[in-house]
């Protein structure tokens, strides 16, 4: 089974680890991965602002970027949400409206791909601690992505799984929405601290570093002793 990497900015630019821990995993259950280059920004942020032509342009390299793929995995369930939006986007286009459809029907999430397509449940790793799961509003709102990122951590060896309170309120980030509405998302982002810290987890776990980007910088500002990291680093463990 042949898999492109979706990197997404975020991961690419500040949290590579993320993307080398998504082949890591990938290539553990046998997959053939590659990183098409000319891959680029989905054009969430554009998009979101109301800038749907300018967004066009980087979805267009998208969609020419995988064209050859058999499957797209991203470690993003934000980013891969947009890319499902693709084919509403340019529904209508008869240059772009098949092959926006078809990049969409063959991106996954990570979870959602090791658990529906490859059929995995236990990547076999262990991990030592109790964890708790914040599921970000793109990946279970508009992905549909809900059981899977819970499937895998349950049943994680060493892993003392911890449900968190209001899980599924935003935590505030929402992209622009942090910068357009920031007093707003600062109480949110309060809020979502408090309940992580109820929990007494030793870990803040996700699958959108974005999210935990905002939620981790809240709890650091707050002196919380809670480490905020990537699924991806727990289902790459082994200790």
């Not at 998504?22 to 259950?29: A, C, K, Y």
């Not at 989905?42 to 499957?71: D, L």
């Not at 990570?110 to 970000?136: A, E, I």
């Not at 599924?168 to 601290?193: L, P, Q, W, Y």
Request: proline letters at 3%; hydrophobic letters at 35%; a neutral charge.
């Amino acid at each position: 089974m042949r898999v492109s990497i979706f990197a997404t900015c975020i991961n690419d630019i500040m949290f590579p680890n993320v993307v080398k821990n998504t082949v890591e995993i990938l290539e553990r259950f046998g997959c053939l991965v590659d990183f098409p280059y000319e891959q680029t920004c989905c054009g969430q942020p554009t998009y979101n602002s109301g800038y749907v032509n300018e967004a066009k342009k980087s979805m267009k390299r998208m969609i020419r970027a995988f064209k050859n793929s058999e499957y797209v995995v991203g470690p993003s369930g934000s980013c891969v949400s947009m890319i499902r939006e693709y084919q509403k986007i340019f529904k209508g286009d008869p240059e772009w409206e098949d092959s926006a459809k078809e990049l969409a029907m063959k991106t996954y999430e990570l979870t959602q791909f090791l658990v529906n397509v490859l059929n995995v449940t236990d990547v076999g790793s262990t991990f030592k601690g109790r964890v708790t799961y914040h599921p970000s509003c793109h990946m279970t709102r508009l992905l549909g992505v809900k059981d899977e990122p819970q499937i895998l951590l349950k049943n994680i060896k060493g892993v003392e799984f911890i449900e968190l309170p209001h899980a599924h309120d935003c935590c505030g980030f929402g992209g622009t929405f942090a910068v357009k509405n920031s007093d707003i998302s600062r109480e949110m982002v309060k809020e979502k601290s408090q309940h992580v810290i109820e929990t007494g987890a030793e870990y803040l776990v996700g699958g959108d570093m974005a999210c935990l980007m905002n939620i981790g910088g809240r709890m650091q500002r707050e002196g919380k002793d809670v480490r905020v990291i990537h699924i991806t680093e727990i289902l790459n463990t082994v200790n």
